[in-house]
């Protein structure tokens, strides 16, 4: 006997065929639509409206002119000889500056607001455990409802992402060797020679090619062109058939909330309010050492789950959350994902435990489901619900229950 309709979950993803744009028409009716699917079921809706600005853009687009204007300059000192040398003070001013100012800019537990404000909304809904003792474990699904398109797709962005980030890498070392070079010839009897000159032809070439990708990525920018199937009405759709079947099925000894997040393409702004304004009554109603959140962000042509965390020191994502999702796996459906390949994009989840690492509560545990193969079709017309498989989307409704029932009989 099926516990829920297994064509409900892409006919929602089909439902929310339309762009929804944070605080754009499209993200309206979107809310209206998750609510009418909860307020079928006689579930309890919270609405909340949170403000939100382009600051994670404006800050990029800023590090992107710095970066540009030290390249740049980096670029007329290897022209003199000379005066290479400048360019040690000129990269330590830069990571310097890079450091300090990313420290800050990408603080995801600070809420700031640089430019115009917009509104945008959270819808949240809570099951509670049928054994109501205090201080009871949590389990917070998540999943962005809104969706985004560039006029540089996700496909285009990642690969050049990756050439600047080696090509940047490959500057900063041979101009190291150049300036350090430079300085030898001011106190030594050792010449500029035709190998100095031939590295430094190398190393402007370089920098011409780096200059030219940093000049396109500075001019990419954020539209609404995209409807979003697998990026993220698939997360939208199982949140809400998993709050259907866990509403008619509570778990024991602990609660559940759903949060579906506005406003997460443009900085992750639906999580970040969340945490900011709800953070400290979690805290106090549930024991957040033992309690999770699996975030929902990408189920498209097949179920990802990262399993690490770090682009070069790598460590597990969470201590047993995904072993537990992975046991609850009976069709072998779960592939294991790295990091590595989503490359400058960020999930609900890092909010989660930006905020709980912040509390010291380090038995929260996060995981997220996001298939990154699939990068190559969102944030562009391409992202369709063809793209979105209805048994995959029905296979990870399947596996998260499954996982908190599991959770829930090892609460003492």
Not at 134 to 157: E, Q
Not at 239 to 245: D, G, M
Request: aromatic share 10%.
């Amino acid at each position: 006997m099926n516990l829920y309709d297994e064509q409900a979950s892409i006919n929602h993803v089909k439902s929310l065929g339309f762009t929804r744009h944070a605080a754009s028409d499209g993200e309206t009716k979107t809310i209206n639509y998750i609510r009418k699917e909860l307020d079928k079921e006689n579930l309890d809706v919270r609405i909340e409206s949170f403000e939100w600005t382009k600051t994670s853009t404006k800050f990029r687009k800023v590090i992107f002119l710095w970066l540009f204007i030290v390249i740049l300059s980096s670029e007329i000192s290897l022209l003199y000889p000379t005066f290479t040398w400048l360019i040690l003070p000129l990269d330590g001013l830069f990571f310097l500056v890079l450091i300090l100012g990313g420290k800050y800019a990408f603080d995801h537990s600070r809420i700031i607001f640089v430019g115009k404000k917009r509104e945008s909304k959270n819808i949240i809904t809570t099951i509670k455990a049928k054994e109501l003792y205090p201080k009871r474990p949590l389990i917070l699904f998540s999943a962005h409802h809104d969706s985004v398109s560039s006029n540089l797709p996700f496909k285009v962005m990642k690969p050049l992402y990756i050439s600047m980030l080696f090509l940047l890498i490959s500057s900063l070392l041979i101009n190291l060797v150049l300036a350090i070079w430079s300085i030898v010839v001011l106190f030594t009897a050792i010449q500029i020679d035709i190998i100095y000159l031939s590295i430094r032809n190398i190393s402007l070439i370089i920098g011409i090619i780096l200059l030219t990708e940093i000049f396109i990525t500075f001019f990419s920018k954020k539209t609404n062109q995209s409807i979003g199937s697998i990026d993220n009405a698939s997360g939208v759709a199982i949140l809400l058939e998993l709050a259907k079947l866990i509403n008619k099925n509570p778990l024991e000894k602990t609660d559940v909330i759903f949060l579906w997040c506005g406003a997460e393409e443009m900085g992750l702004w639906g999580s970040k309010q969340y945490c900011s304004k709800h953070f400290e009554e979690l805290d106090s109603d549930y024991d957040l050492n033992k309690s999770y959140n699996i975030n929902v962000d990408m189920v498209g042509t097949y179920i990802g789950l990262i399993d690490e965390t770090g682009l070069l020191k790598k460590k597990k994502l969470n201590q047993n959350l995904n072993d537990v999702l992975k046991a609850s796996d009976t069709k072998q459906k779960i592939l294991s994902e790295s990091p590595k390949m989503a490359l400058g994009a960020g999930s609900d989840h890092s909010i989660f435990h930006k905020f709980t690492k912040k509390a010291e509560k380090h038995g929260f545990q996060i995981s997220c489901f996001l298939s990154n193969k699939d990068s190559k079709y969102i944030h562009s017309k391409k992202d369709i619900p063809e793209l979105c498989s209805v048994e995959n989307l029905n296979g990870c409704i399947d596996i998260c229950y499954n996982a908190i029932k599991s959770l829930d009989l090892r609460v003492e």
